[in-house]
């Protein structure tokens, strides 16, 4: 059976931490820092894949009309793969240009969909773009945002429309097709093995507790921000910034001023609420105990 497996978050929400675990699951031989993240499961939005899929060149296509052909692509893809595709994906899942979904549940094998406290993504996201707080916290809020190649940086990947946080996580959640594995940022940093063991069943990964154990310490956070240190590692984020920066959970709490705070709190509320980011400690969030999870 062929088809796509698409590894989607909104950004910073651990997404390459993912997708590099899953790497190393997939293939313990081999480095999985560097670029290896590119190799193993390349950006959804890369020009190339419309263009190995329909043998067009797109340097002359609107941003519209390659939003248009993305969903031909992926079928096209999926048809002639012999393998399990994997993808990265920030793009919500909305449907493209022509009104089809961007990504087609009838090319879809699995998507795992990675989600992060908004409040620490808001802190994560001004560093990796390199701006202040408050014009992270709009980002996070405006329902049109969308993520474009850097400024200096050749356009690769197409621009992809994110909507506001919390309607990129409703997107994900409610998308038709085969239901989403929902897996959270926190949960990973608490327990990384079990969480990566439930995105590899989901995605139909073979695991044992031995490959997971293995694969995680390859992958472990302070590994990975040494690995950066020693011969750096290209995310996308502006210059000087580390892309692996803490790897906590909660630093909000240090880092964000309380206007900010509540900023988010208001624009975002129901979906942390349902989410467990404003229940009390041992409370469980409601679309957990949903057959939405692991499912």
């Known amino acids: 059976m062929t088809g796509f497996v698409w590894i989607a978050s909104y ?13 190393a699951l997939l293939d313990p031989g081999q480095a999985h820092a560097g670029d290896a993240h590119a190799r193993f499961a390349p950006n959804a939005s890369q020009r190339s894949d419309i263009e190995e899929a329909l043998d067009v060149e797109t340097g002359d296509l609107t941003p519209a009309e390659m939003e248009a052909l993305r969903p031909v692509a992926y079928r096209t893809l999926a048809a002639l793969s012999r393998r399990p595709l994997f993808r990265k994906v920030h793009d919500a899942c909305i449907d493209a240009v022509a009104g089809t979904p961007l990504f087609p549940p009838d090319a879809t094998l699995a998507t795992l969909y990675m989600v992060r406290d908004p409040r620490d993504v808001a802190v994560s996201w001004a560093h990796f773009a390199g701006i202040g707080l408050e014009e992270a916290v709009r980002f996070l809020c ?8 850097a400024a200096g940086r050749p356009p690769l990947d197409l621009p992809q429309r994110l909507l506001c946080w919390s309607g990129h996580v409703r997107s994900w959640l409610d998308a038709p097709g085969r239901r989403c594995c929902l897996l959270r940022y926190e949960d990973m940093v608490a327990d990384p093995a079990a969480i990566l063991g439930r995105a590899a069943a989901h995605a139909g ?55 900010l705070e509540a900023r988010i709190v208001a624009a975002h509320g129901p979906a942390m609420e349902a989410l467990g980011y404003l229940a009390e400690a041992g409370e469980r969030p409601c679309w957990l105990t949903a057959a939405a999870v692991g499912k």
């Open 11 to 23: 950004p910073r929400s651990g997404n390459t931490w993912l997708r590099l675990a899953l790497g």
């Open 205 to 259: 990964i073979a695991a044992t507790a031995e490959t997971l154990d293995r694969a995680v310490a390859a992958t472990r956070f302070d590994a990975l921000r040494a690995h950066e240190a020693r011969q750096g590692f290209d995310g996308g984020q502006s210059p000087g910034s580390a892309f692996f920066r803490s790897g906590r959970a909660g630093g909000w709490r240090t880092a964000l001023p309380p206007d």
């Open 142 to 149: 405006d329902a049109g945002a969308t993520l474009r190649p």
